[in-house]
């Protein structure tokens, strides 16, 4: 196996101790976890307001860093992802999504696809049917489905759309969260997100839709707040899926987290994990609502 493409299997992650520091009901080192969230928070919006491609160069740094800490979580698992195709196509994918729209968005994924095989197999065939599959789920999740990210932000009120998409989703961790620390006692799925419960399940769909309900009305001309809760109602189990399916991934890796550069959260993808899966729903919705 090539040392010049493929990392070594790395120490478990969940073995580093966490960082010192009062930490919630749900395992956070909530005062940390409130800072970083706010300055993630502001850079976005910041970007968002300042101009449209400021905002996608934010996406592009944030697919590129989504396919390393990728990478290195396959690792742990014995499954090597090709980095240099696989990023570059990453952001091929976003900046054509939003230059040319969804064809160009599939159009990219397909030749990046193409060039990954390429790549692994001028290295060598030995895992390579292996690491080619590595590196086309890094490309499918979460890259492609960011791409739609990109496809939302060219339409029309695109920055608007991004803005609405990412309040509800993230509506659905706050009230999620909040009412699981209150009130949860039954647990949504033990073996795979102890600290989930149905009852923050509950308050994670009352406040998506609540705040969608609310918000697609105020932004959107003809837009009903029938309309918004309705689509709240329905980002919130997609939202928890995906937080379910990177626990599931993260659990048959054996890490705890994705990485440790967000302090207070793990890994880039710990965070995105809900608006990854979000995205698509909320682009196709969003045009029904608010058509161009």
Known sequence: ?????????????????????????????????????????????????????????????????????????????????????????????????????????????????????????????????????????????????????????????????????ILITVFSDIGGYAVGVLLGKHPMAPKLSPKKSWEGFAGSVVSCALVAGITIPLVFDGGLWWQGAVLGALIAPVATIGDLIESSLKRNLGIKDMSNILPGHGGLMDRLDSLVLVVPLAWFALRIIAPY
């Open 1 to 165: 196996m090539p040392e010049s493409d493929f990392v070594t299997r790395r120490a478990i992650r969940s073995a580093t101790p966490a960082p010192a520091g009062p930490s919630s009901r749900a395992g956070r080192n909530l005062p940390v976890a409130i800072g970083t969230g706010v300055f993630l928070g502001a850079l976005a919006i910041g970007l968002l307001l300042l101009h449209p491609v400021g905002f996608l160069a934010l996406i592009c740094v944030a697919v590129v860093v989504a396919v390393w800490e990728m990478r290195q979580a396959l690792a742990e698992g014995g499954l090597y992802a090709p980095f240099v195709p696989v990023a570059v196509g990453a952001v091929s994918m976003t900046v054509a999504g939003y230059l040319r729209g969804a064809e160009a968005l599939v159009f990219a994924a397909t030749l990046t696809i193409i060039a990954i095989l390429i790549w692994r197999v001028a290295d060598g065939l030995t895992g390579a049917l292996r690491d080619v599959g590595a590196g086309a789920l890094v490309l499918l999740y979460p890259c492609f489905l960011v791409g739609f990210a990109a496809l939302m932000l060219a339409e029309p009120q695109g920055r608007w759309r991004i803005f609405v998409f």
